[in-house]
């Protein structure tokens, strides 16, 4: 069975609605690493909003936080509708201006989580397709059809090196394809090319 289908914000996305004389805020915006998530949630929040939620979602690292409402009414309802609705590498963060009425846990849940999750569908979203980084090498003759076959495989060459010898590139390809870019490498290059995986430290993907 494949993996349900994830998705990242094209852009950051905004969307406010007022819920028994409280306004709430969300703001969201699509993060690579959890430093610029952290960036994004001390850029929107305002130090003169009763209390600024936020909860970010990036690969398998995640974090939420409260702000000052009550233990698991705020962070964890945002974080809930990043996950529910698909979303990866994204961080939203809900400002609430109190205007007077308590809503209650239930009703705190709702107000937060539901803000989040309007915003979100809304917001225009990319696919994530999962790459995985390929090095190998070919000769002169040979690197012209690679190229060409590579990019019908909707493969990136990331960077080409020639030498006295060849060229050895490092492509990017769909994960889901490697199989494919394997053979065809393996068949222009009659079996010699001696294809090897980049470890990155960094998340693979690319919205299209």
Known sequence: MSAPQ??????????????????????????????EAMEFIAAVSDADATHNCWAYLIGQTYRSDDAGEPGGTAGRPILQVIEGQGFDRT??????????????AGGLVRAYGGTAAEC??????LPIVE???L????????????????????????????????????????ATRE?????????????????????EDAPQGVGE
Do not use: N, Y
């Open 6 to 35: 994830r998705f990242m914000l094209r852009e950051p996305a905004m969307l406010e609605r007022e819920i028994k004389k409280s306004i709430f805020l969300a703001q969201a915006a699509p993060v690579s690493t959890p430093a």
């Open 91 to 104: 961080v939203v963060v809900v400002t609430r201006w109190f205007g007077g009425t308590k809503l209650g």
């Open 120 to 125: 979100l569908r809304q917001a225009p979203r």
């Open 131 to 133: 790459m995985v980084d």
């Open 135 to 174: 090095t190998f090498a070919c000769g002169f003759s040979e690197h012209a059809l690679l190229r060409a076959r590579l990019e019908s495989l909707e493969c990136r060459v990331v960077a080409e090196d020639f030498g006295a010898d060849g060229v050895s590139l490092h492509i990017s390809a769909p």
């Open 179 to 199: 199989g494919e870019v394997r053979t065809r490498i393996t068949d222009i290059t009659r079996g010699q090319a001696m294809i090897r995986v980049v470890e």
